[in-house]
Every structure is written in structure tokens, then in C-alpha cells.
């Protein structure tokens, strides 16, 4: 009777509990559909802007073989495009969690710190200082394309979503640039076989469309076999492309990433683990394997030219020898030119600096709005900052690239965050004698800020699997050493 008594008791307490059940299983089945598809609004979003970016990249392709009418489509898409980044970075951040995604708190300052700085020079240059407007709005553009892939890039799960599009545009970026090579040989005839003209060919315009390959070399352990080719053999026409242009950084920077890949990596990965797994014997294969297709594809080349990549090694080392101090002549004019407030907050955006010196060939084009010949950007793309901002801009965006670079440990407990702090850090180098921070460079920025998102974010996110193959120290061994770096 007493057990009948408390069956019947029970049952009115099981009912509101399995209730409670349901109602939670329906809310994070709702709470999942939301998740993902944000998700999927966001990668749309962004594949589109990066389509966009592309077609603007290689622009004078489309309009060499299809009419100058695409040429005002270029424009539109590369400016207008820099909307998507709204609904990609919002729709993400709902996916994460976050509006600011997985960053960590000093990353979520820094971010906050510098869009506040941004906007306010955005004001000073174009509405106190009177800087033409266009210019002003496409030089805050490209700061907007940092800090929103600096969201995008601390989300790990992004990460995983994008490659695909990124290794489609690189292919179709490789097939642009062959293509734009078609009047080489003519060039050369005319010219002379060592002579620079691979700088008149539509493939030396629109060579910026493949700036988004150091995140695929990089990663590239991670990759089927086919597209472990793909990227390698890139990689490979990428550096002769350079050596034709006869381009002394361009070359510069694509074999160091060689070295990264087949010297430095084999080795990090080795300290991973003191003893010889299978997984570590796999990574000896592949180094040699890439190794191969990289002798290969220049194999293959040598062959089918030998006296026209012969020369164009001799002109292109002739160049190194060469002292250039053009960029440093532009570099100094522009700084003579910062003078009072301008030392702390630049000329702002659409800013520019009078220089004209035909003398070097380097000298800038005619300004209508300022009525001077001078020059907005500079070949030295590190002191972009110094001139559109300012000692304020300059110290805080390098604040964090100098706090990335100091905490260099922190930044090496999986491949894809040593490839991340390993692509910013050679950027900031390249950028000393290259250009950055102008819209041309779109992709570049795109690869900077990612990755600088991906050194910012969170010791959870990094801990996070993103791919299923993914090379990385143990769990342990990461928490043990990213909470010894906290403590000290």
C-alpha cells in the first residue's frame, strides 16, 4: 500500500521534469538551426566579397579581352563590396558566440581601441582637413578589411569554411596569370631577352590575385594529394612569374616560404613530439614529396625555356646588386612632410605628401584636389599608418604586431597558428621595402587580418580542432604552456 502510495506520488514530480526535457532539447535545437545558419550567411557573405575583391584585382584582364566597360565594374566591386564585411562579421559573431568573435580580451581592446582611431581620423581627413572624399572612403576601406577579418580570422570554425573558396580562386587566379603571359615572347623579341618586360603584360597587373597562397602553402600538410599539387606547383609558377617580372621582393618572399615549408616546419612539428610517431614519419614523406614536385615544376620549366629563365635570373640577380633608394628617397619626403599636429595624427585619410623627383623615376601624379603633384601611398607600406594617422595610428596597430611577436611561443601550439603568426610576421617584414594598407593590395589585407585574428583569439578557440587531420602538440602539453606564459 505504502509503495502504491509513493509509485502514485512520483508521477505527477515526472512529468514536469521530462517537460523541462523536451522544452531544453527543443531551445538548443532552435539555438543550433540560428547557429548554423548564421554560419552559412557568413560564408556567403564573405565568398562573395572575395569574388568581388578578385574580379576587381583582375580587372585589366577582363578589360583587355572583354571591353573597358568592365573597368567601372571593377571599381564598383571593390569599393562596394567592403559592405559584406558587415553581415559576414555579425552573422559569424552570432555563430561564435560574440559579436567580436573568439578574440581574446586584449585582442577585443586593441580591435575596439583601434576602430575607435580609425573612424576619428576617417572625420579629421575628410571633413576638417577637406582630403578628397573618395580617397578618404576608400583609405578607411582597407582598414575596415583588417579589422573584419581580424574578427572573422580568431573564429576557428571560419577557418575550416573558407579554404575551399580560397583554393578555388587561387586556381582560377594561376590560370589568369599564365593567360596573361600570351605576349611575353613578342615583349622580348622586340626588347631584348634580359630586358624588364614582363612588367608590360597583363599578368603583371593582375598578379595580386594570388597574395592569398601563403595561407595555402603554409597548411598544405593538411591537404589532399591533388591539391597538395595544386598549391606546391603554384606556388612554383608564382616564384617564375616573379623572376620574369624580375621583382627582387616578390621572389624574395615566395622562397622564403619555401624555406618555411620544407626546412622550418619539418622541425617545429619534430619538437612536437621527443619520439618518432607514424604521424611525424608521414610528415618526413610529405617534405619529400614536396620537394619533388618543387624540383619538377622547375625541371619542366628550365626545359621548355632555358634560355629565357637563364637570362632573366641574371637580370633579376644584376637587380639585387643593384642599390635602389628610391623607396627610401619617397619614405624620407613623406616624413619631412609631417610637421606639427601632423606628427601625432598624420594627414588622416585621403591624405597625401608633395613629392616630384623625375629625376630617380619615382615621382608622384597629379593631385586635382590639392593641386600639387604628390602621392597618397607609398612603395613602403609600413609607414602607411604614419602617414594617414600618426604616431597615434603607428603605435597602435604595431603595438599589437610587437606584443604577437614577443609572445612568438604562444603562437606555436598548431600548425595553422605557427602558419598564422608565421605569414604576419614575414608581411610586416615584406612590407618595409613593399607596398600594404592601399586597396590593391586587398587580399593581402585579407591574409594579415585573418591571421592576426588567429594569433589574437582566445587560448580556448586555439585549442579547437579545426581540421580533422589537424597537426598540432597535445592537448596537455598546449594548455600546460600557454598557462605558463599567463602566469609569467
Known amino acids: 500500500m505504502t509503495s502504491q502510495t509513493g509509485s502514485r506520488s512520483s508521477r505527477p514530480k515526472d512529468k514536469p521534469v521530462s517537460l523541462v526535457?523536451?522544452?531544453?532539447?527543443?531551445r538548443h535545437k532552435r539555438e543550433a538551426?540560428?547557429?548554423?545558419?548564421?554560419?552559412?550567411?557568413?560564408?556567403?557573405?564573405?565568398?562573395?566579397?572575395?569574388v568581388a575583391q578578385f574580379f576587381s584585382l583582375s580587372r585589366i584582364y577582363f578589360v583587355t579581352n572583354f571591353g573597358e566597360s568592365w573597368a567601372g565594374f571593377a571599381t564598383t566591386?571593390?569599393?562596394?563590396?567592403?559592405?559584406?564585411?558587415?553581415?559576414?562579421?555579425?552573422?559569424?559573431g552570432e555563430y561564435a558566440g560574440h559579436p567580436l568573435g573568439r578574440l581574446s580580451q586584449g585582442g577585443r581592446f586593441w580591435i575596439t581601441v583601434m576602430g575607435i582611431a580609425l573612424l576619428s581620423l576617417y572625420l579629421y581627413g575628410a571633413f576638417l582637413?577637406?582630403?578628397?572624399?573618395?580617397?578618404?572612403?576608400?583609405?578607411?576601406?582597407?582598414?575596415?578589411?583588417?579589422?573584419?577579418?581580424?574578427?572573422l580570422g580568431s573564429i576557428p570554425g571560419f577557418w575550416r569554411d573558407i579554404y575551399p573558396v580560397v583554393l578555388v580562386l587561387f586556381i582560377v587566379g594561376i590560370a589568369i596569370n599564365i593567360l596573361g603571359l600570351s605576349n611575353l615572347n613578342e615583349l622580348l623579341l622586340r626588347q631584348g631577352i634580359e630586358s624588364r618586360s614582363g612588367t608590360e603584360t597583363v599578368s603583371y597587373e593582375t598578379q595580386s590575385v594570388l597574395d592569398l597562397w601563403?595561407?595555402?602553402?603554409?597548411?598544405?600538410?593538411?591537404?589532399?594529394?591533388?591539391?597538395?599539387?595544386?598549391?606546391?606547383?603554384?606556388?612554383?609558377?608564382?616564384?617564375?612569374?616573379?623572376?620574369?617580372?624580375?621583382?627582387?621582393?616578390?621572389?624574395?618572399?615566395?622562397?622564403?616560404?619555401?624555406f618555411l615549408l620544407l626546412i622550418v616546419i619539418p622541425q617545429v612539428i619534430a619538437r612536437w613530439s621527443q619520439r618518432r610517431t607514424r604521424r611525424q614519419s608521414g610528415s618526413v614523406n610529405r617534405t619529400a614529396i614536396y620537394m619533388a614536385i618543387v624540383v619538377l615544376s622547375v625541371v619542366i620549366t628550365y626545359?621548355?625555356?632555358?634560355?629565357?629563365?637563364?637570362?632573366?635570373?641574371?637580370?633579376?640577380?644584376?637587380?639585387?646588386?643593384?642599390?635602389?633608394?628610391?623607396?627610401?628617397?619617397?619614405?624620407?619626403?613623406?616624413?619631412?612632410?609631417?610637421?606639427?599636429?601632423?606628427?601625432?595624427?598624420?594627414?588622416?585619410?585621403?591624405?597625401?605628401?608633395?613629392?616630384?623627383?623625375?629625376?630617380?623615376?619615382?615621382?608622384?601624379?597629379?593631385?586635382?584636389?590639392?593641386?600639387?603633384?604628390?602621392?597618397r601611398e607609398l612603395h613602403v607600406g609600413a609607414l602607411m599608418p604614419m602617414l594617414k594617422g600618426g604616431?597615434?595610428?603607428?603605435?597602435?596597430?604595431?603595438?599589437?604586431?610587437?606584443?604577437?611577436?614577443?609572445?612568438?611561443?604562444?603562437?606555436?601550439?598548431?600548425?595553422?597558428?605557427?602558419?598564422?603568426?608565421?605569414?604576419?610576421?614575414?608581411t610586416t617584414l615584406v612590407s618595409l621595402q613593399g607596398g600594404l594598407f592601399i586597396l590593391s593590395s586587398s587580399f593581402e589585407i585579407v591574409i594579415l587580418g585573418?591571421?592576426?585574428?588567429?594569433?589574437?583569439?582566445?587560448?580556448?578557440?586555439?585549442?579547437?580542432?579545426?581540421?580533422?587531420?589537424?597537426?598540432?602538440?597535445?592537448?596537455?602539453?598546449?594548455?600546460?604552456?600557454?598557462?605558463?606564459l599567463e602566469t609569467k
Open 21 to 26: 526535457n523536451f522544452r531544453e532539447r527543443r
Open 33 to 50: 538551426g540560428r547557429r548554423t545558419l548564421a554560419r552559412r550567411i557568413g560564408l556567403l557573405s564573405f565568398t562573395v566579397f572575395l
Open 77 to 92: 566591386a571593390s569599393v562596394g563590396s567592403i559592405v559584406l564585411l558587415i553581415p559576414a562579421v555579425l552573422s559569424y
Open 129 to 151: 582637413l577637406r582630403n578628397d572624399f573618395n580617397a578618404a572612403t576608400r583609405e578607411l576601406g582597407v582598414f575596415a578589411i583588417l579589422l573584419g577579418c581580424v574578427v
Open 214 to 258: 601563403p595561407f595555402l602553402i603554409l597548411t598544405v600538410r593538411l591537404r589532399k594529394p591533388l591539391a597538395t599539387i595544386i598549391i606546391v606547383a603554384g606556388g612554383v609558377l608564382m616564384l617564375l612569374q616573379q623572376v620574369l617580372f624580375q621583382k627582387c621582393i616578390g621572389s624574395a618572399e615566395i622562397l622564403f616560404y619555401f
Open 303 to 375: 626545359i621548355a625555356a632555358p634560355v629565357l629563365l637563364g637570362s632573366q635570373v641574371s637580370a633579376l640577380l644584376a637587380r639585387y646588386a643593384r642599390e635602389d633608394i628610391s623607396r627610401l628617397l619617397e619614405a624620407t619626403a613623406m616624413l619631412k612632410s609631417l610637421q606639427g599636429s601632423a606628427i601625432v595624427f598624420g594627414r588622416g585619410f585621403g591624405g597625401y605628401f608633395s613629392f616630384a623627383t623625375p629625376d630617380i623615376g619615382y615621382w608622384g601624379t597629379y593631385l586635382p584636389d590639392a593641386g600639387i603633384i604628390g602621392k
Open 391 to 426: 604616431l597615434l595610428l603607428t603605435s597602435i596597430y604595431y603595438a599589437v604586431v610587437v606584443a604577437i611577436i614577443a609572445n612568438w611561443r604562444k603562437h606555436t601550439s598548431d600548425l595553422l597558428t605557427l602558419a598564422a603568426f608565421a605569414i604576419m610576421l614575414t
Open 450 to 484: 585573418l591571421c592576426l585574428g588567429r594569433c589574437l583569439a582566445s587560448d580556448e578557440a586555439k585549442l579547437e580542432i579545426v581540421w580533422p587531420n589537424d597537426i598540432r602538440k597535445s592537448s596537455a602539453e598546449s594548455m600546460h604552456s600557454l598557462t605558463s
